[in-house]
């Protein structure tokens, strides 16, 4: 009595049987994807944070936040922002006490930390926050520029008022 030898094409059709059977129960049981929903324009409120800024430069940007202009945001396309607070307070830096073991902080002279609290309308899709193709999200830097002054800063918050 001949015994059946197991050979590679018997190998070969159950390794395609098992892909068949994978496929038809992915297909059956496949997880279902989140239905995209369509851009938004929603209203954005973030703060842009400026470090090391000169005085003129704090009371230009102070004098744009009091006379309620409104900034142009972006590198290379640019999107209005209106400044709702400011805030303005000197720089500090650490520097070594006169022993050299500890550190203290020292206000620098005329610089200033400056937080612009900014508003503008924004696209909101399943993927990012943009402003005119530029794109907001937290840590990004960012170039605010007024009448009367121009500078850079990185987004330290943001939030969507849902209306």
Known sequence: MNKPKFNAMDGFLIVVLIAVIASGLYFVFKPDTPSTSSPQTVTAEYTLSLTDCTDELASALKAS?????????????????????????????????????????????NTFDVTLHLESQVTETDADISASGTVLKVGYSMTAKSRAASCSGTITELRLKKE
């Open 65 to 109: 936040a009091d006379s309620g202009e409104t900034l142009m945001l972006g590198e290379k396309t640019r999107f209005p922002a209106s400044i709702t607070s400011i805030g303005i307070t000197p720089t500090t830096q650490r520097v070594p006490n006169e022993t050299g073991e500890a550190f203290v902080f020292s206000e620098k002279p």
